[in-house]
């Protein structure tokens, strides 16, 4: 993916190095349950508590600052070169397709723990919006494991992941996310589930858009880098990763739908761009 020498957002706060609490020993179990949540694109706020509240746990403090490494200096240029495209896109998009202004979400980056509007998060729980402040919060390790862990290599891949998180800032914009949190205080546990697939699904639909967008914007894409993407949407599928951590797949308990889906519609954005297809609460075929 061509992302070097273009613009990098100002919209970002890089806490990475800096000192701060830690959390250390106890609450594994919260935080396996936690990263399972946020790979597949979820809230980790579900399962996590207040790093205080981790049982066993204990809150030091980091000792001082830290310079960056090339590699996460380097990560974090990407990162807030691809936020800067999807300030561009939505901008373009808002305009054109809905008639409305963008206000474009803060980007956090962060290096083992952060502390949010929606609660506190580490490394472990992996990428995650927060609809509470407009921020998106990121630890660029999280790259490596999607490599390495998940099988989804390459730059593209991260850039997906990063869409994938605005498209949950456009969500919160649109109403969508208020929409899908009434279903969850008001509805059975089968319907809230069923919500929060739409609404993933729909993050997956969104991200496809914003990069189709970007390419007719800036030619960033290169050879491999459209199947580097699609690795990266069908790994975080819940079927696979229930699989992964369970041994057995529960249909009933999917919250952001399975790897065929989360490719398709990821997909159908990245082929079309157009926002009128991405409707996933007023469909049949999920």
């Known amino acids: 993916m061509r992302w070097r020498g273009r613009r990098q957002s100002d919209n970002v706060e890089d806490r990475r190095g800096m000192s701060g609490p830690v959390v250390a020993g106890g609450g594994a179990g919260v935080l396996i349950l936690a990263l399972i949540v946020a790979l597949l694109g979820g809230d980790p706020r579900q399962v996590l508590q207040q790093p205080q509240q981790v049982p066993g746990a204990r809150i030091g403090q980091a000792n001082g600052n830290r310079e960056l490494t090339p590699a996460e200096r380097e990560a974090g240029d990407f990162a807030k070169t691809i936020l800067a495209d999807s300030e561009d896109v939505w901008t373009h998009l808002f305009r054109t397709q809905l008639g409305r202004e963008y206000v474009p979400p803060t980007l956090v980056l962060f290096s083992g723990q952060v502390r949010s509007a929606c609660g506190g998060a580490t490394a472990e729980s992996g990428p995650f919006y927060c609809p509470a402040d407009r921020k998106v919060y990121l630890d660029t390790s999280f790259f490596a494991q999607l490599s390495d862990q998940l099988g989804a290599p390459g730059d593209f891949a991260q850039a997906y992941v990063i869409a994938h998180e605005v498209g949950h ?95 398709r519609w990821f997909r159908l954005g990245l082929q079309t761009g157009d926002l009128r297809q991405g409707d996933t609460f007023n469909t049949k075929d999920l």
């Open 169 to 263: 800032h456009v969500q919160n914009l649109l109403g969508y996310t208020d929409q899908v949190q009434q279903v969850r205080r008001t509805r059975s546990e089968i319907e809230a589930n069923q919500a929060s697939v739409q609404l993933e699904l729909q993050a997956d639909f969104l991200a496809g858009c914003m990069l189709h967008h970007l390419q007719k914007q800036k030619q960033v894409i290169e050879e491999g880098d459209i199947e580097e993407g699609l690795r990266a949407a069908a790994a975080i599928g819940d079927d696979r990763l229930q699989k992964r951590s369970r041994g057995y797949v529960d249909v009933e308990s999917f919250t952001h739908g399975s790897s065929e889906q989360r490719l």
